[in-house]
């Protein structure tokens, strides 16, 4: 045992095993799961072997430039391609006017979750002439998934050389635990 922070630690498990221990894998045996874990700013893939409560790891790969976050940034870059389009403006160089985008790109990608389209609503955006850019769209389901289509073929990768690794086919898995947040106010599993 050691000490880290004060505690006294017996065991680190790893996200992956922790996400599978919360979702209770721990009372199977015999069972291959996938962990895929969108974060942020990476996707990190395991997949494991969970028998009486032991979990062995059997094959990790990721793509530590993948994350939710791109899949932010591509929304909120459509958003700034419909401004130019419809008022000739260019508000991609303004970092204001982006973070505004950016953070309801984000919430437009949550509420996706739940309903078939989201209002996004930014009065005051921008100026052009001294006047007012008001920033008003609608964003689809199926509008997001073509936008986000090449990110979403980029996780194929990693899972395929998690597998690789492992041994395994995809038809062997049991199951595959998704690691996010699916709505607010959610347990992120």
Known sequence: ???IAGLTVERILSEPTAAALVCGYAQYDNR?????????GTLDVTVMRVDQGKFEVLGIDGDSSLGGAD?????ARHFAQ?????????????????????????VAKKGLTQRQTVDVSLPYLAQKDGHPINFDFQVSQDLYRT??????ERIAGPCQEALSIAGLRPS?????IL??????GDRAI
């Open 82 to 106: 419909d401004i130019l389009q419809k008022h000739g403006l260019d508000v991609s160089t303004d970092p204001v006017a982006m973070q505004r985008l950016l953070g309801e790109a984000e």
């Open 172 to 176: 062997q898995l049991d199951d595959v």
């Open 147 to 152: 936008l986000v289509a090449d990110l979403v």
């Open 1 to 3: 045992m050691q000490r």
């Open 71 to 75: 899949f932010d940034r591509t929304l």
């Open 32 to 40: 291959h799961i996938a962990v895929v874990d969108l974060g942020g």
């Open 179 to 184: 690691i996010g947040r699916e709505r607010e």
